[in-house]
């Protein structure tokens, strides 16, 4: 069992996301602290990148903000080096696939692995161009988390089979944040069956 199932050993994990860097990687590693002091099972950290398609305007501001701060994905390693002094909770972080690649895909994650980060949330990669990073993550030892969507129809069953740590459950079409309503159509609906009781993780 990796480190990452581990959050899901009594059923149910609390999970935040916090981008690194919105204002400062200081104000970050207190909010990573104070969520882990209020129950926090695993947290993801956002890598800031300067086009994430996936997001709403919340996080893109984050993205934004963290950037124009001069955080960047070395000083990011270095401020999960020194969290793992007093965080031991099991660590993803969330990024596109250009950050990445334009790091090297193998020197980014086993430098993962050195740091003590236990899986990669990478939603601009199809589950079909995974094998771009998985042979890494084997390697090194981290979780490549797939992704399930409105979209992922009669796939549903085979990414479940071959998922590792959770499952990230994409509700609905669009980008990340609040909506008012669901139109029907665009929503996911999934059965314990399909997904092979595995962990996983639903986003709006």
């Not at 990230?168 to 008012?180: A, D, K, M, Q």
């Amino acid at each position: 069992m990796s480190n990452i199932r581990n959050a899901f050993k009594n059923g149910k994990a609390f999970i935040p996301f916090i981008t690194c860097g919105d204002p400062d990687l200081q104000t970050t590693a207190e909010c990573v602290r104070e969520a882990v002091r209020n129950g926090a099972d695993l947290i993801e950290l956002g890598i800031p990148f300067s086009d994430p398609t996936a997001e709403g305007p919340v996080i893109q501001g984050a993205n934004i903000r963290a950037l124009q701060g001069g955080v960047n994905t070395d000083k990011i390693f270095e401020f999960v080096r020194e969290l793992r002094k007093d965080v031991f909770v099991p660590m993803v972080f969330m990024t596109y696939a250009n950050v990445v690649f334009s790091y090297g895909a193998e020197k980014f994650i086993s430098t993962c692995k050195e740091i003590g980060i236990d899986g990669l949330v990478i939603p601009d990669i199809p589950f079909e161009e995974k094998e771009e990073f998985q042979p890494y993550c084997k390697k090194y030892g981290i979780d490549l988390i797939s992704f399930i969507a409105p979209t992922s129809e009669n796939r549903i069953a085979m990414i479940a089979k071959e998922a590792e740590g959770f499952i990230y459950i994409v509700s609905s079409l669009g980008v990340t944040g609040t909506r008012r309503t669901l139109s029907e159509p665009n929503t996911l609906v999934v059965s314990l069956t399909e997904i092979q009781r595995q962990p996983f993780c639903i986003s709006a």
